[in-house]
Nanobody, 124 residues
Framework: QVHLEESGGGLVQAGGSLRLRCKAIGRTQGPFAMGWFRQRPGKEREFVGHIDSGRTTHYADSAEGRFTILRDDAAVNTIILQMKMLKPEDAAIYYC?????????????????WGQGTQVTVSS
């Protein structure tokens, strides 16, 4: 059984940067595809980005050019979401997801494993 642990959330000023980490723990074989989603207050969970079992990435329009998903080469099945030029509208709970075997990578229902989420707050 696999579970995901996110870390790295916090408070940052607008224009600043933050780095989130997600580690898959348990009986894992990998690397495997993983995604990032976020949920802003009063909104539905939305896609942020995805990395396949290699290093190919895809991003939501809101994240393109500002967010980068990387694999942590020092830790198997650990990915990093590097966020820069943060805006107040980026404030949300950020979730890591895995278990994507079929379906569009930008839909939350395509993933079967979720982390507990980490809060990102951006002050204006």
């Amino acid at each position: 059984q696999v579970h995901l642990e996110e870390s790295g959330g916090g408070l940052v000023q607008a224009g600043g940067s933050l780095r989130l980490r997600c580690k898959a723990i348990g009986r894992t074989q990998g690397p495997f595809a993983m995604g990032w989603f976020r949920q802003r207050p009063g909104k539905e969970r939305e896609f942020v980005g995805h990395i396949d079992s290699g290093r190919t990435t895809h991003y939501a329009d809101s994240a393109e050019g500002r967010f980068t998903i990387l694999r942590d080469d020092a830790a198997v099945n650990t990915i990093i979401l590097q966020m820069k030029m943060l805006k107040p509208e980026d404030a949300a709970i950020y979730y890591c997801a895995a278990g994507h075997y079929s379906g569009p990578y930008d839909l939350s229902r395509s993933y079967s494993i979720w982390g507990q989420g980490t809060q990102v707050t951006v002050s204006s």
